[in-house]
Nanobody
Framework: VQLVESGGGLVQPGGSLRLSCALSGFTLNYYAIGWFRQAPGKEREGVSCISNSGGSTNYADSVKGRFTVSRDNTKNTVYLQMNSLKPEDTAVYYC???????????????????WGQGTQVTVSS
């Protein structure tokens, strides 16, 4: 089971990035996926999650209306589209996976046993 994030980088405030989370070693269809981030000196926080079917999603209040999570089970990949980025969005972003039979979306990091290595997002002028 392996998750690999990509798509991070340096962007100006107001800009956009799309993060990808590619999964290998298992079939994405059966897994709920969460996105988390951790800024220097701060605790990890949940950003978004999506159920195995894609029918249920959730967002942190700080990103609602700006971020969109989606999944393409045929490509075994989950995406996080981030628009109107702010300096406070600067963090290492992680995706995480949980085998799930309930079509639920999970917000807590402790719900996920499988994690990627993270990708850095820096929002700065």
């Amino acid at each position: 089971v392996q998750l690999v994030e990509s798509g991070g980088g340096l962007v100006q405030p107001g800009g956009s990035l799309r993060l990808s989370c590619a999964l290998s070693g298992f079939t994405l269809n059966y897994y709920a996926i969460g996105w988390f981030r951790q800024a220097p000196g701060k605790e990890r926080e949940g950003v978004s999650c999506i159920s195995n079917s894609g029918g249920s999603t959730n967002y942190a209040d700080s990103v609602k209306g700006r971020f969109t999570v989606s999944r393409d089970n045929t490509k075994n990949t989950v995406y996080l589209q981030m628009n109107s980025l702010k300096p406070e969005d600067t963090a290492v972003y992680y995706c995480a996976a949980r085998l799930d039979a309930f079509r639920r979306c999970y917000n807590s990091g402790s719900d996920y046993p499988h994690w990627g290595q993270g990708t850095q997002v820096t929002v700065s002028s």
